[in-house]
């Protein structure tokens, strides 16, 4: 497709389980980020990519979190030891060189 | 972290009323972006403000940006149903090309 997908869609999980959330930029856009979102709230930053290489991780939030993007193109945020306070929506979004944001439809992570 | 603070956090109005949201911050942007989300979407941009004091208007929605470019706000004239959304404005910091945080959201329902 032409959009930003991301995968799964939703995923349940059980507490202390590791989780991979899957995006899959816009082809040919350089920058990728990826955000957390609660119901009604505004996207919280965690990480932003130039091609490869984390260009700004300040958003995340322990050392549970971690993303990478190994070919400057697809990226997966993993989640260790997963808590009841990570779940949220977990949105990707890509950029071209500038101008906007173009967002996938999210992961939504439950931790039971 | 959330640099961008917006208000109201909800408003529920009546078809064809007018309505105002803020997005106020202490630090100084060098553009900002508003976005309109739907429920399981992602966030979809709307406009890019880049000049302090600018007005720029898409039919019925305008926007400014503040003079000293650290505010925004979007006023709605004569409020649709189709007009239902979570509001949310992005902020690029005054020392970084790449960096966008999302403020509080505002969350819109229009009652036909």
């Known amino acids: 497709g032409a959009g930003v997908s991301q995968t799964p869609s939703n995923k349940v999980t059980e507490k202390g389980k590791y989780v991979e959330l899957r995006c899959d930029p816009i082809s040919g856009h350089t920058a990728l980020y990826w955000y957390r979102q609660s119901l009604g709230q505004g996207p919280e930053f965690l990480i932003y990519f130039q091609g490869t290489g984390a260009a700004d991780d300040s958003g995340l939030p322990n050392d549970r979190f971690f993303a990478v993007r190994p070919e400057g193109s697809v990226s997966t945020l993993k989640i260790q030891r997963t808590e009841r306070g990570d779940s949220a929506v977990y949105l990707c979004?890509?950029?071209?060189?500038?101008?906007?944001?173009?967002f996938g439809e999210g992961s939504r992570l439950t931790v039971l | 972290t959330q640099l961008l603070e917006q208000s109201p956090q909800f408003l529920s109005i009546q078809e064809g009323e007018n309505l105002t949201v803020y997005c106020n911050s202490s630090?100084?942007?060098?553009?900002l972006q508003w976005y309109r989300q739907e429920p399981g979407e992602g966030p979809v941009l709307l406009v890019t403000v880049v000049t302090g004091g600018e007005v720029k208007k898409l039919k019925r929605l305008t926007f400014q940006f503040g003079d000293a470019r650290k505010d925004s706000s979007l006023h709605i004239t004569a409020a649709q149903p189709g007009d239902t959304g979570l509001y949310l404005c992005a902020g690029v910091p005054g020392d970084t090309g790449n960096q966008f945080y999302f403020g509080t959201g505002t969350s819109l329902t229009v009652i036909p």
């Open positions: 630090s100084v942007f060098s553009s």
């Open positions: 979004a890509s950029r071209p060189g500038g101008g906007e944001l173009f």
